[in-house]
């Protein structure tokens, strides 16, 4: 996403969502909503969304961190989740791994993601590309 971040629209988001450091199960639940609400908007998300909902990960993260074990997901999983979450199928990722092989030999946890193709879906999905590696 490029662009320039509109410090107005920034704010009225953080004021509209109010992430803070979570101590409850209750503002967990809550920040979790506010991020599935962001996620949900898919390639229609703002800059400024974007910027609120990587702080809302963050939040999570911690707050799960200190209060689940969790066993970490593969890249595989988190594509997988990510797919679901928007209601894609195989054919919509043709574009990002460049063929309709490659695509599947991935999806199926045949081939590992190559840093590229981490980097390809970290735009496609608009997340950082870390997540894939």
């Known amino acids: 996403m490029i662009g320039t ?3 107005e629209e920034y704010i009225r988001l953080l004021a509209e969502t109010l992430p803070r450091v979570i101590d409850t199960e209750e503002e967990y639940e809550r920040l979790l909503n506010e991020a599935s609400k962001l996620m949900a908007l898919g390639e229609l998300i703002t800059l400024e969304q974007a910027e609120v909902l990587q702080l809302l990960a963050i939040l999570i993260e911690q707050y799960e961190d200190e209060h689940y074990h969790l066993q970490a997901a593969t890249p ?14 195989q054919k919509d990722l043709v574009e990002v791994f460049g063929s309709k092989g490659i695509t599947s030999e991935v999806i199926n946890g045949k081939r ?13 999905f608009k997340v ?4 894939f590696l």
């Open 128 to 131: 950082s590309p870390a997540l």
């Open 76 to 89: 595989h999983d988190i594509l997988e989740e990510l797919m679901l979450a928007r209601g894609l199928r």
């Open 112 to 124: 590992s993601i190559s840093k590229s193709q981490a980097k390809a879906l970290g735009a496609f």
């Open 5 to 7: 971040l509109n410090q």
